[in-house]
């Protein structure tokens, strides 16, 4: 009978420590989840536009974006089970298509002038 009672302690510990892990372990992917989501938002420094280009890029009267893109002009039809995928063959400069920056506005101490 003290064997038994030996056993359901022993089990209620283990089962104990188990939950102290579990939980520490949580915490632990919560702390990294968090870090995670801060590394991917950009410092307000980096003033990017949604079209992937800094600020400076964008035109201080219309805001238009006056970075260069490369955008494929020739492609090659290659006919798959799928449907026909299209391979770029060749690539030409371009504006950008962006036609006002919509990123975060850089402090106004940076800029002041
Ligand atoms: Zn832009
Ligand atoms: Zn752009």
Redesign the pocket.
């Known amino acids: 009978m003290s064997d038994l009672i030996t056993w359901v302690a022993l089990l209620v510990f283990w089962a104990m420590l188990f939950a102290v892990h579990l939980r520490d372990s949580r915490r632990a992917l919560r702390v990294v989840q968090a870090a995670q989501q801060a590394a991917a938002v950009p410092p307000p420094s980096a003033a990017l ?3 992937n ?1 800094h600020l400076a ?2 035109d201080r009267e219309n805001s238009r ?1 006056h970075a260069m893109v490369e955008v494929a002009v020739k492609f090659q039809e290659i006919p798959s089970k799928t449907g026909i995928t299209r391979l770029p063959l060749e690539y030409k400069e371009r504006q ?1 298509a ?1 036609r ?4 975060p506005e850089p402090l106004p101490t940076i800029y002041a002038e």
Do not use: E
């Open positions: 536009c949604g079209c280009h890029f964008h974006c950008c962006c006002r920056y919509i990123g």
